[in-house]
């Protein structure tokens, strides 16, 4: 059953252990309002791209939609550059808004890179507010965009922004022409109109679904294949395909579009995707190589394990655990799988291993599999990998069970005292699943190294194999005793 609060929903959870949570908060003293935020999340929330072209003041919108000034504002064109996503809430609904660059038609360099991320945060937005600048009108520019947005059949909010004063209405209103419905007029600087305008907004985003706890999505389980340029990616779908389903060259970056293939392995389907090799830094590459690291990032969002491939032949670089981290910011279960393990002779797997240790010290939770795309050496052991790490993302444990395991901890192992005080861990809940979060509920601030040693007392006590988890800690406010 869904519990409803005054704070917010906390998910799919048994209602016993809803009134656990709240009884213990009580009992420390937290009130109602303390829990904001210790809430199941939502699952996706939907997106709402910023569109138009450079210095319609589309930065200044975000400032004003998410009410805090987040978004670089330069009072000349081209100041944003990158896709950038913050979270929204208007009249109680959560939503992600994704400012993009300014976008500009039959541009070279930089600029057409800007404009790229732009289209492709239209592809994956699902309604778009197209910003124009009332006092300029509709250009050329604009129109051009329009036919890009009209293509990608999403809803669309058009924007007259710059719109200060009742004079510059006349001007908004030649907007009709633009075939996209009511222009609203907004002053983004000001505020002006900004209500009627996400009230428009609202209209056109779906509604997010409720996170639910442990209910897996229907459907075949999603798996990119991620790693650096020629490591096997490639190789190791067609191996698992048993077919030759991508091309696969020597050289490297063959790969430049995501590659989704449906694989049966192991009695079941699977859903792999292939990726672009992600290269050392991706804001200095060009034309083809650019989009495909764009395409890489976006392939990994969809994606419910990852398995970043590692060439063990070679030498573990600094670009290998950057893909790793990007893999656990991004949330995904994380499966390693060593390749061209059939290359390697005794002296390399020893230096191997001492890399490993030193350099994947922050991941020793993330299953390993040593294998050979080229000879097909241990690929069955990838599926029970692969799976290892699933169930671990989507473990939940009850209130209870996680209150005892703290109780026992903070006894045995309390925090340091800092400054003549010793913070306390009060007591704690599993916020949501895929990844697993926790909140804790605490007396004062807990140091960072201490939340690390939660965390791997945590792994030794339940698993939470192959999985990130994400901690954080809410602190008890003092306050005065109403009498």
């Known amino acids: 059953m869904s519990i409803e609060t005054d704070s917010g929903s906390f998910g799919e959870i048994d ?33 709402l791209a910023v569109v138009g072209r450079p210095n319609v003041g589309k930065s200044t919108l975000v400032n004003r939609i998410i009410g805090r000034r987040e978004a670089v504002v ?44 732009a289209e492709l ?34 809803p669309v909010v058009l924007c007259a922004n710059k719109v200060d004063g009742p004079s510059a209405e006349a001007d908004a209103a030649m907007l009709w022409s633009l075939g996209l419905g009511e222009p609203y007029p907004v002053s983004a600087l000001h505020g002006r109109g900004s209500g009627d305008l996400l009230d428009a907004v609202m209209a056109a985003l779906p509604t997010a679904p409720p996170q639910t706890f ?124 060593y390749n061209k393990w059939d290359q390697l002779d005794e002296e390399r797997r020893y230096y191997l291993e001492r890399e490993i240790e030193q350099d994947l010290v922050q991941v020793q939770w993330a299953p390993r599999v040593n294998v050979s795309a080229l000879t097909g050496r241990h690929m069955e052991k990838l599926v029970p990998a692969i799976e290892t790490a699933l169930k671990g993302w989507e473990t939940r444990i009850s209130t209870a069970r996680l209150n005892a395991f703290l109780g026992e901890l903070v006894a045995a192992h309390p925090h340091p005292v800092r400054g003549g005080k010793q913070p306390r861990i009060l007591f704690g809940t599993q916020a949501g699943i895929r990844p697993p979060r926790f909140v804790l509920f605490a007396s004062g601030f807990l140091e960072a190294g201490y939340r690390r040693f939660v965390e791997r007392r945590l792994r030794e006590e339940f698993g939470f194999v192959g999985t990130p988890i994400s901690i954080s800690v809410r602190v008890r406010e003092k306050r005065s005793r109403k009498k």
Do not use: C
């Open 214 to 337: 442990g209910v897996v999505e229907g459907g075949p389980r999603r798996v990119a294949l991620i790693g650096r340029p020629n490591v096997g990616k490639s190789s190791l779908l067609n191996r698992v395909a048993g077919e030759d389903r991508v091309v696969v060259n020597e050289v490297a970056g063959t790969t430049r579009d995501p590659v989704d293939e449906l694989i049966t392995l192991g009695g079941k389907v699977w859903k792999f995707i292939d990726t672009a090799g992600i290269r050392r830094r991706v804001h200095l590459t060009a034309g083809a190589d650019f989009y495909a690291s764009l395409r890489t990032s976006s392939a990994l969002d969809k994606a419910e394990v990852a398995v970043v491939l590692v060439d063990a032949s070679e030498v573990l670089a600094e670009q290998d655990t950057r893909i790793i981290t990007m893999a656990v910011e991004a949330g995904r279960a994380v499966v390693i799988a």
């Open 15 to 47: 209602a016993s252990e809803y009134a656990e949570f709240m009884a213990l908060a009580a009992e420390e003293g937290f009130d109602p309002e303390d829990l904001d935020g210790a809430e199941a999340p939502h699952g996706p929330l939907p997106v």
């Open 121 to 154: 945060g239209i592809e994956s937005s699902d309604a778009v507010l197209f910003v124009v600048d009332a006092n300029v009108g509709a250009t050329d520019t604009d129109e051009a965009l329009i036919k890009i947005i009209r293509r990608a059949g999403k």
């Open 74 to 117: 330069e009072d000349k064109p081209g100041v944003t550059r990158d896709r950038v996503q913050y979270e929204a809430t208007w009249n109680g609904r959560r939503f992600k808004l994704l400012d993009t660059g300014g976008w500009e038609l039959d541009v070279l360099g930089i600029d057409a890179m800007v404009a790229a991320q």
